[in-house]
């Protein structure tokens, strides 16, 4: 998959938060095959450190960092969280959040197009967390947008797909943008189904960070996006209302 | 001088932001400021002068999603 003109072996991005300890998150990381993990930046207190501790493990991975706004709810936080993010990361990319709705935590997209035209201007780029919404997708790639992050269902969730006909409508209209949907999938075969449509990629974190063991479902997952990937190339069967014989009928023994 | 520290106050003698970050105990730490809302980068923390009730704020690598 390539994004900015990064080429990525994996189409699955893998969030770093949740996890019951550093040990499993480094072990669903490698079990995951990931190229990107995402991060966030948070308060650190001069006597604890533990922001510190915390990356000195995820640089140890080897794996490429996309630092995300999340939490901020105006395009100006998000803008400045992405400032401090590319000084401490020394990465151009960001995770755009805008939210909009504390509840179900929806993107606020009017902020985020605002963030993004900002942030895309200044070189950033943008990985912007959107709906399936196609008007402000287009808005998002006239801000500079190289990238959509469409959610499946609210984060955090595990509902899944909850719009199918608006992702295959986005993958319709956009067909050369890469499509990573983020948020709301809750099993490997969401993540199969959001392949099979023919996104390029999928970011999980909670389906697998709070799984019963976050490794083993972290090797589903790609498992999952792969045999998804797989799939899409080969061109699904279209559905059908009616049944259709798979066994021919000529030939069928006359038994009655 | 009064300012708030990620949203606790605190009494400082320091003028600078960078003097700040050293009088509060995060010498060598890798962080990224903010002084009441915009960012300071680390080469502008010398020059950042801090006034009464200033906000600063001082994040580190986190768990993301």
Partial sequence: ?256 | MRITLNGEDRDVAATTLEQALSELGYTESFVATAVNGCFIPKTQRRDQRLGEGDRIEVVAPMQGG
């Fill in chain 1, 1 to 256: 998959m390539l994004v900015y003109d990064t080429q990525l072996t994996s189409r699955l991005l893998l969030g770093t938060s949740r996890y019951p300890s550093p040990a499993v998150l480094t072990e669903a990381v490698k079990a995951s095959g990931t190229d990107v993990v995402t991060v966030s930046l948070r308060r650190e207190s001069s006597s604890e450190r533990s922001g510190q501790g915390f990356f000195s493990i995820i640089r140890s991975l080897g794996v490429r960092v996309l630092p995300n706004t999340a939490g901020c709810h105006s395009a100006k936080e998000a803008v400045t969280t992405a400032h401090m993010a590319r000084e401490l990361f020394g990465t151009t990319w960001i995770k755009l959040e805008v939210i909009g709705d504390r509840a179900t935590l929806q993107p606020d997209v009017f902020g985020l197009v605002e963030a993004a035209r900002i942030l895309a201007n200044e070189g950033f780029q943008v990985f912007p967390y959107t709906t399936e919404d196609l008007v402000v997708a287009d808005k998002l790639l006239d801000a500079g947008c190289r990238v959509l992050m469409p959610w499946g269902a609210p984060i955090g969730s595990g509902q899944g797909l909850n719009n199918v006909p608006g992702l295959r409508a986005m993958r319709a209209r956009f067909p050369s943008v890469p499509l990573i949907v983020d948020a709301g999938i809750g099993v490997p075969s969401h993540a199969a189904r959001a392949m099979e449509l023919g996104m390029d990629g999928v970011l999980i974190n909670t389906a697998v960070s709070r799984a019963g063991d976050p490794s083993a479902m972290a090797g589903a997952f790609n498992y999952a996006v792969k045999a998804g990937r797989t799939a899409y190339l080969a061109e699904p069967m279209m559905p059908s209302d009616v049944a259709i014989p798979s066994t021919p009928e000529a030939g069928l023994a006359f038994l009655a």
